[in-house]
């Protein structure tokens, strides 16, 4: 079982109008929340992982799922990944979204993506979120909580042998 598998068991219930995937990367989350979403809007800045995460939509037909190639943080702007590409940076609220649940996985951006994201919390969507240092850690949780979200932190050993801590928040 992935961290993916066990982590998602702990959403309850995971279904809704809105699921929205921060950092979704191949869309493990997002393809199976098309199963018990209404709509699922995945954000995957990485092209590779984008191409491959539109790829699996269209190859299942699915309608309900919209895919973002979009850097999340706390101000917009735009990344230069190339001499001929760029990546837009946007916030969170500025897609304007009234999400039921929120993922965010972004290796270790987790915390400017909170920041950019204080209107959309507002509407008091359930929160998962990764974190990858213990000072995001900290800093996360402090955001939320001043949200007003009650939070279950899970720490869990990785299978590089480093711990890792979730926040599940409510």
Not at 11 to 38: C, E, I, M, N, Y
Request: aromatic share 6%; charged share 20%.
């Amino acid at each position: 079982m992935t961290h993916e598998d066990w982590l998602r068991s702990l959403v309850s219930p995971f279904k809704g109008d809105l699921f929205v995937d921060v950092g979704a990367h191949v869309g493990t989350w997002a393809v199976r929340a098309t199963r018990t979403f209404r709509r699922v809007v995945a954000i995957e800045p990485h092209p590779v992982f984008n191409r491959i995460l539109r790829t699996t939509v269209a190859m299942n037909g699915l309608h309900n799922i919209s895919v973002v190639s979009a850097i999340l943080s706390n101000e917009s702007g735009e990344a230069h990944v190339s001499t001929t590409n760029s990546i837009p940076i946007r916030t969170l609220d500025s897609f304007e979204l009234e999400p039921t649940l929120i993922k965010i996985d972004t290796e270790g951006s987790e915390f400017s993506v909170l920041q950019g994201a204080t209107r959309t919390l507002r509407g008091k969507p359930m929160i998962v979120v990764e974190t990858h240092s213990p000072e995001a850690l900290v800093k996360s949780r402090m955001l939320v909580e001043n949200q007003g979200y009650a939070i279950r932190e899970v720490k869990l050993e990785n299978r590089f042998g480093q711990i890792q801590s979730w926040l599940l928040c409510n």
